[in-house]
């Protein structure tokens, strides 16, 4: 888990203990991390309509129109744009069969892709001299 995780998961732990104390319930490391505010497992529903009041605070358009899947599609995405391979990405989200899945639903990234072939495109229309001169015209 990256530093800057476990750091916030940690100020997390403190206020949910102290609202655990505050309620009258016994402490134990084995609560949940995110409970409903009545303790429970969270729901697909309940972490949709959490997820949306958080953007909606956060100041984006539209939250209804995003679900926490985008996270996991963001979280491959920055992965690879930073340089990750993609197997290992793969291993990371729980793609355990291999790499396909990951790329061709979660990877939404374009760049190195369109620089690749740019580069490639400027390698094969490189002027042989800085003047701009062909063989040709030259």
Same mark, same amino acid.
């Given at each position: 888990?990256? +530093? ?7 100020? !997390? @732990?403190? +206020?949910?203990?102290?609202d ?16 409903? %505010? =009545? ?13 949306? =009041?958080?953007? @909606?605070?956060a100041?984006?358009?539209n939250?209804k ?6 996270? +996991? ?7 690879? %744009? !930073? ?11 729980? !793609? ?24 490639a495109?400027? %390698?094969?229309? =490189?002027?042989? %001299?800085?003047?701009?001169?062909t063989?040709?015209?030259?």
């Open positions: 888990m990256p +530093r800057q995780a476990a750091l916030v998961m940690k100020a !997390h @732990k403190t +206020r949910v203990r102290a655990c104390l505050a309620a009258g319930m016994e402490w134990t490391d084995e609560r949940l991390v995110f409970p409903t %505010d =009545a303790g429970d497992v969270r729901s697909a529903l309940n972490v949709r309509r959490n997820f949306r =009041a958080l953007l @909606k605070e100041g984006f358009e939250p129109e995003w679900t926490p899947r985008e996270l +996991r599609t963001s979280f491959v995405s920055l992965l690879s %744009d !930073h340089g990750i391979p993609i197997e290992v990405i793969a291993r990371l989200v729980g !793609h355990s069969g291999g790499s396909g899945t990951t790329e061709r639903v979660y990877r939404k990234q374009l760049r190195p892709v369109i620089s690749e072939g740019a580069e495109m400027d %390698d094969i229309f =490189a002027d042989d %001299d800085e003047g701009g001169e063989a040709e015209t030259g």
